[in-house]
């Protein structure tokens, strides 16, 4: 198979779970239109303005220490194969492959509804997780710069925020989040897959290096910012031999807090990655399944993802425990303690809406 270059999915897969109808050749013109047009042009982005009438989502999940989540972006640029997001695009008639990367979704108004949703009477603030699908600081960041005005509303309302992000764009909003971190409103934790410039190339190919994220999870905390480095997600045979010289170097950062989360293929992720795998690592692509399957494992049956509630990022068997004793014992070494994430709720103040100034 032919190398996507650039692009983290290899081909634009077509989902499946909404019987969607797959095109079957009928000898019709489309069968002929590389012969007729030519090659097919170079992949570019596109984005797409949207305009929803609410912008925080609220989940009741379990597991997961938030309520409450923006997502300004639809889609990602960074092109990262192993995203568990990329069905989120399924939903919408567009591939979780190659579509979910090219075709984006913006949310120009998104500061403007928060600001409104903010100043409802009945509104009660807990801490608002960004990044938790697609990454609030992708290149159309650039452009958009959604998130900055988000986070402008956040601080003046004092409303508590943490950011998941794969880049070092984080730092242009530096002035905001160390203003926000004096008031215990804000933690960022920043993605580190591998260390190796040309692996992470082929894995997320439009996320900043390696190297930047590390640099940047340094000049955050420097500046107050509490920070958390996210080894995550861990490939088996692939990226978990850079788990020790990752925590090593965020150790030495000053960073206080870290996690690690196994590789999860949910839905069209699974067959993307096997893709992935098949033209990237063949010689070691049946050793990579059959340990992720073996993580995977209930009542002794492999599965390529476990959607389950708790145990769905806590992976079990041999391979699991060894890892997991290994990021222990690399965190021991780094002297990264596991600070623990304390935000302030209390001071939150509603928000100027219509011209009408606060009393206070």
Known sequence: MEYTKGRGAQSALVPQRFGLAQRETDGDWRDAVETLDGPPVKLRTTVTEEFPKTILSFNSSPDIPFDRSINAYR?????????????????????????????????????????????????????????????????????????????????????????????????????????????????????????????????????AAPMKRLAALGTLEQAGVPTHCSVSPVIPAITDEFMESIIERAGSLGVQSAGWIPLRLPHE????????????????????????????????????????????MKPSGVWADLLRTRFRIA????????????????????????????LL
Request: positive net charge; aromatic residues 8%.
């Open 75 to 207: 889609g990602c640029e960074h092109g990262c194969v192993y995203c568990f997001a990329r069905p989120t695009h399924a939903y919408h008639d567009l591939s979780p492959g190659l579509d979910f990367e090219t075709r984006l979704f913006a949310k120009p108004d998104a500061a403007r509804l928060l600001r409104e949703t903010l100043a409802k009477p009945r509104y009660k603030p807990q801490w608002i997780a960004m990044g938790t699908n697609t990454d609030p600081y992708q290149p159309i960041e650039n452009r958009y710069r959604i998130t900055r005005e988000v986070l402008e509303i956040c601080l003046d309302a004092r409303h508590p925020v943490t950011i998941t992000t794969k880049s070092d764009r984080v730092l242009r909003d530096l002035d905001i989040l160390a203003e926000m971190a004096r008031h215990k409103l804000v933690a960022v934790s920043i993605s580190v897959t591998s260390l190796d410039p040309k692996l992470s190339g082929l894995l997320e190919p439009r996320a």
């Open 269 to 312: 992720v699974a067959p993307l990655f096997r893709e992935w795998l098949g033209v990237h690592y063949p010689d070691r692509a049946g050793k990579v399944m059959s340990i992720v399957r073996s993580i995977r494992s209930k009542n002794g049956a492999g599965r390529d993802n476990d959607p389950e509630f708790f145990t769905r």
């Open 331 to 358: 965190c021991k070494k780094a002297g990264i303690s596991g600070a623990k994430l304390e935000l302030d709720c209390s001071a939150f103040r509603r928000p100027e809406t219509g011209g009408q100034m606060r």
